[in-house]
């Protein structure tokens, strides 16, 4: 046999058909995409579970300030602390609203920050003076609203009596 026939059946022997090469490989692209689609959705689902588990708590110090008789022109401050004692943000979703029950000249209301994350501490304050020709019994009523979803409004009273 000549040098030229082996060379030819060695070749004969080791070509293997392109088509079971590519078939190999897109098998193997095919198995790794769908492991990392898998395990990449399996830590997503787990991460959301978390997320939405828990919710924010709102606890306020007080309910309701009595300032009794007051002199007119001084000045008085309610200060309601509210603090979030659940796992998740509480939002104070507006600016408190003060409203008046009896009396008149409502004051504002001021929230020292809009979000307290879990275990923070804030303040709602209220400052305000009466001067003569607005004297006698006064009752604001402190609407304040939040995502805490057990209690979304909370009412604050602050009652005052203005004297000469």
């Known amino acids: 046999m000549s040098k030229h026939n082996i060379s030819r059946k060695a070749m004969a022997v080791n070509k293997r058909p392109s088509w079971q090469f590519a078939l190999i490989v897109i098998v193997l692209a095919v198995v ?9 959705r399996g830590s997503n689902q787990s991460i959301i579970a978390v997320n939405v588990k828990g919710k924010p708590n709102l606890v306020v ?7 009794g008789d007051v002199h007119f022109g001084i000045p008085v401050t309610a200060v309601f602390q509210v603090s979030n004692t659940g796992d998740q943000p ?7 609203r003060l409203e008046v029950l009896q009396g008149c000249c409502p004051p504002d209301a001021i929230a020292t920050q809009s979000t307290l994350n879990p275990g923070e501490t804030g303040l709602i304050t209220v400052r305000f003076a009466m001067h003569e020709g607005m004297g006698g019994q006064h009752e604001f009523l402190v609407h304040l609203l939040t995502n805490d ?9 602050i009652f005052s009596n203005w004297i000469a």
Do not use: Y
Not at 61 to 67: L, M, S, V, Y
Not at 149 to 157: A, G, I, N, Y
């Open 149 to 157: 979803p057990s209690q979304s409004e909370t009412q604050l009273h």
């Open 32 to 40: 790794v995409i769908s492991a990392i689609f898998v395990f990449s």
């Open 90 to 96: 509480l939002q104070i979703l507006q600016q408190p």
């Open 61 to 67: 110090d007080k309910t309701r300030i009595d300032f």
